[in-house]
């Protein structure tokens, strides 16, 4: 059968409408979710208030604890805050256009390896599939990290195209900035591309190893310097590391980051997701946040391997299924077993690959054009379509709409289809070629019926608010309305006493957990966080504290709830000493009455 795709003119129009759309799916009502996660929005206020706070992603504008994550991600919605002001869209923007970049790359990427309407599908696949619509409308560092690995799929093509070092060297970098922004899960991709550029670079095997060295010295740079920085500063001269028990970055990037999520270790915080691995993870509880093309994935990136069998060691079509094949392969096995904390958003990572190893494979079994080819496309056209129902029914009330209309255009594909491959068979006894406009059908109705039932979670997803630290794609069930924030800023009587001489103190105030961030962003003033996220992390102690207390840098201690870590003792020391103050429905005590007389005031 004889392929055929968009010409030059057509792809543009439909690649500027692709990039067009997702940006308004990305965009449109990112307010709704005010500041996201709270945790990192106030990370991001430090980081605009004070250099210091951005350079290690502090919590805090005082510098007293980083977040669990390393700044990378950080750093980009702080510059944005700092010249924009605090804000949703300062905030949650950025994210959106690291998608549509992400969007354009892989189309880049695919297109390079099996030609325009390859490209263009891939693009949209990984734009409607709901989880990446959920993290490119959210400030987790996952959408920093997302763009970075694709891009590093972007320079290792390249580099398996023409041998040059500059390529790997560019992908070392990419993947080492990754590191950066969200520890080693930027690293499941890995594998994939070192095997692409040892086996389908081209050159002789020296020279390919010689390669991959560099880039591998361009990775250890690029990943290694800021923990280096930060382990060489003298502890008193810089925050807490969050997240770690011994002040280490690296230790918080092999362990809490690391290690620490496979195996199952209790995190320091105490306050995590944590399930049991399951084979079945990405088809269960993950099926309807990534898994929509999962089963033709993996049909494809078989039927794939097989009619490329043969090929020439460098062919760009089969180093590009060793790369989204070894990339979809690793990540899936690692999200599926993992036995720590967990969270169904991780699997935004295992997008680009699904979406590049459908639309690559896809191609491929098009243009061999046989009846058996179009009969395989046929079938996977099916699954595809009664996975997608399946997944409609998950959420109650079920859409049976939207059901329908998977099932009808699906119908309608494999029709058109199993058509071809009569009138295909035809064609080899003489009986004349397929109808283009048949042909032209079976593609359309293929592709919609992929992309619709990921298309209306999306779609979903984006009109709903997402805030706090563990969110979902999807419709709600039962259309419920989200439930309110299980923290409530405190009562306006308490935050008129905090704001009234922030200025003067380095911690308006201080609050065991991660409480402290919903306080810090509306109070506009850094918030000690005792104890980092989940109160357990051992910074401060009650030696530090008490010098804060008696240095006038900490004036207010709000009355929480303190279960372990360092806010128990610090707890009952203030109970002790400080003075209670009852503002509204709050409590708060005056630590900064406790500062010997003629202290200096102020930072």
């Known amino acids: 059968m004889r392929p ?21 799916l990305y965009v449109v009502g990112l307010d709704r979710s005010g500041w996201g996660n709270s945790f990192y929005a106030a990370a991001a206020q430090a980081g605009a208030q004070n250099w210091t706070a951005f350079f290690f992603g ?16 950080l750093w980009v919605m702080s510059l944005s805050v700092r010249l924009f002001g605090l804000s949703s869209w300062s905030l949650l923007v950025p994210q959106a256009l690291m998608g549509v970049a992400a969007v ?46 694709v891009a590093a799929a972007y320079t290792t093509t390249r580099a398996v195209e023409d041998g040059r070092v500059r390529w790997t060297v560019a992908t070392g970098a990419l993947l080492g900035t990754a590191f950066l922004a969200k520890s080693l899960q930027a690293f499941l991709v ?23 060295l560099a880039g591998g010295a361009a990775l250890l740079v690029s990943a290694g310097w800021w923990p280096l920085v930060v382990s060489v500063i003298p502890r008193a001269d810089r925050p807490w590391v969050g997240g770690s028990a011994t002040d280490s970055p690296l230790e918080l990037a092999f362990g809490y980051n690391g290690l620490g999520r496979l195996t199952g270790g209790p995190p320091p915080s105490r306050h995590a997701v944590v399930h049991t691995g399951s084979p079945l993870r990405l088809l269960g509880s993950g099926g309807d946040q990534i898994g929509w093309v999962l089963p033709a994935a993996v049909i494809l990136l078989i039927a794939g391997v097989v009619l490329l069998r043969g090929r020439p060691r460098t062919d760009p079509a089969r180093a590009g299924l060793l790369l989204w094949g070894g990339w979809a392969v690793v990540t899936a096995s690692v999200l599926s077993t993992m036995q720590g904390i967990y969270h169904s958003y991780y699997t935004v990572e295992l997008a680009p690959a699904l979406a590049a190893l459908t639309a690559i494979g896809g191609a491929l079994v098009w243009r061999k054009g046989t009846p058996r080819a179009l009969l395989l496309l046929a079938g996977t056209s099916a699954v595809t379509t009664a ?35 009569r009138t295909r068979a035809a064609t080899r006894r003489g009986d004349g070629g397929p109808p283009a406009l048949v042909r032209r059908v079976a593609v359309a109705t293929t592709a919609l019926a992929a992309v619709l039932g990921p298309l209306a979670w999306s779609v979903a997803t984006a009109a709903l608010p997402h ?38 103190w380095t911690w308006a105030a201080a609050i065991v957990g991660h409480r402290a961030s919903d306080l810090q962003l509306t109070a506009g003033s850094p918030v000690m966080p005792i104890g980092g996220f989940g109160g357990a992390d051992p ?12 240095h006038h840098r900490v004036h207010w201690f709000v009355a929480a709830p303190t279960g372990h870590g360092p806010g128990v003792a610090i707890s009952a020391w203030v109970r002790q000493h400080a003075a209670p103050v009852r503002a ?20």
């Open 4 to 24: 055929f795709g968009p010409g030059r003119r057509l792809e543009s129009v439909l690649r500027g409408a692709l990039l067009c759309g997702t940006a308004a």
């Open 58 to 73: 502090s919590s805090d504008a005082g510098n007293s604890i980083t977040v669990d994550k390393p700044p990378a991600a």
């Open 104 to 149: 354009a790359l892989l189309i880049a990427t695919v297109r390079r390896v099996a030609g325009p309407w390859a490209g263009l599908l891939a693009g949209l696949l990984l734009a409607v599939t709901p989880v990446v619509t959920l993290m490119f409308r959210y400030d987790n560092p996952d959408a920093l990290m997302t763009l970075l690995v």
């Open 190 to 212: 890995l594998p994939a591309i070192v095997a692409v550029l040892l086996v389908a670079a081209p050159g002789p095997l020296r020279r390919r190893a010689g390669s991959l």
């Open 387 to 421: 996975w997608s129902m399946s997944l409609v029914e998950r959420t109650p009330p079920p859409s049976r709409s939207l059901e329908l209309l998977v099932g009808g255009t699906g119908a309608l594909a494999v029709g058109a289809l199993l058509l071809l491959a």
């Open 467 to 504: 805030t706090g630290s563990s969110v979902s794609a999807g419709p709600l069930p039962g259309g419920r309305a989200p439930k309110a924030s299980s923290h409530p800023v405190l009562s306006r009587a308490a935050m008129s006493l905090i704001r009234r001489d922030a200025d003067d």
């Open 539 to 550: 910074s401060p102690t009650l030696a530090q504290f008490q010098s804060d207390v008696a």
């Open 584 to 603: 509204g429905s709050t409590t708060l005590y005056d630590v900064g009455a406790l500062a010997p007389s003629g202290t200096d005031v102020g930072p």
